[in-house]
Structures are given as structure tokens and as C-alpha cells.
């Protein structure tokens, strides 16, 4: 197998992305806690319930990852989402979260509104997500039901989920 390339450094400009208070949105991979977003994906969420950590991490460092912060917060990371791009054509936004406590705050329209609008993403032609309970947040953000329902395939080796 070749040996693994971080692609989120191909695409990251590795720099703050945009404040709301006291909080920052940043690209920078190395600034990633995978500990935190492995603690939610596996144990909180409903889309990645028991993933393993080495999963985790390998999404992330093969994604555009941006994290939130608060420095006055243990962890300080208390938000993520990652992207999967080749910034032209297609572009998936996957994993996001605001950690429980942190909530209510704007934090994940934010987070949203910065992914959208990184240079790896804004000119995809195809911006994808799956959501099963966040409509009415993705729709703020331009996102509606897949024009075409039926030409929608998945394949889901290993019974993978899909929520």
C-alpha cells in the first residue's frame, strides 16, 4: 500500500478561518483533537455510533478538516467537521458537531458558512451532505432535498450505516 499523504495538506491554508467571539474556526489540521471528535463520532453520534479511532483519524487526515476552538474551554476544541473534495467537481461535508455544552451559540452555522466558503470548496459544482435531524440548519445554508431521489445510489459494504 502506498504510504498514506495527508490530502487536508494540499487544501488547508492552515490559518483561522473566521471568529465568532470568543471562538475560532481554523483549517489547520495539526490543531485537530482526534481524541475529542473519535469521543463524540463513536460515543454521542448516530451516523458513526462505535467507530474506531483508527477510522477517525485516517478520515481526518485524509479531509479537509476545521475544528473549533475556545481557548478558555478543556479541551479547547469544541467543534468539527471535515470535508471531502477534489475542489472542483464534488464536495461532501461529513462529521459535523458542536460539542453539547457549546451549543445554541451560532457555532455550527459558522462552521458551516466556513466550510462552504474555503477556496477547496466553494467552486465544487456538487455540494453534498446527509443529515437525518439538522434540515432546517443545512437549509439556511442553500441545501435542499437531492433534485433527483432516485439517482442517488450508496453502496454500503459491511452494512455501513447511513442516518
Known amino acids: 500500500m502506498p504510504s498514506s499523504v495527508d490530502v ?5 491554508t492552515a490559518s483561522t478561518l473566521r471568529r465568532l467571539g470568543a471562538y475560532e474556526i481554523t483549517d489547520d489540521p495539526g490543531r485537530v483533537d ?5 469521543a463524540f463520532l463513536s460515543g454521542e453520534s448516530y451516523w458513526r455510533r462505535g467507530v474506531s479511532r483508527e477510522r477517525v483519524a485516517r478520515s ?6 476545521l475544528s ?52 477547496a470548496v466553494a467552486d465544487a459544482s456538487l455540494q453534498l451532505l446527509l443529515t437525518a435531524d ?10 435542499q432535498p437531492f433534485p433527483e431521489p432516485g439517482a442517488l445510489m450508496a ?9
Not at 487536508?8 to 488547508?12: E, R
Not at 439538522?134 to 441545501?143: E, I
Not at 453502496?155 to 450505516?161: F, H, S, W
Request: net charge positive; no cysteine; aromatic share 6%.
Open 134 to 143: 439538522a434540515h432546517a440548519l443545512y437549509a439556511r445554508h442553500g441545501f
Open 34 to 38: 482526534v481524541d475529542v471528535v473519535h
Open 155 to 163: 453502496r454500503l459494504p459491511n452494512a455501513a450505516r447511513i442516518a
Open 68 to 119: 473549533v476552538h475556545l481557548a478558555t474551554a478543556t479541551p479547547t476544541m469544541v467543534g468539527f467537521t471535515r470535508v471531502v473534495t477534489d475542489t472542483a467537481t464534488h464536495a461532501w461535508l461529513d462529521d459535523l458537531f458542536v460539542l453539547r455544552e457549546h451549543r445554541r451559540r451560532g457555532i455550527a452555522g459558522a462552521l458551516v458558512e466556513a466550510a462552504l466558503a474555503h477556496p
Open 60 to 65: 481526518v487526515r485524509m479531509s479537509l478538516p
Open 8 to 12: 487536508a495538506a494540499f487544501l488547508t
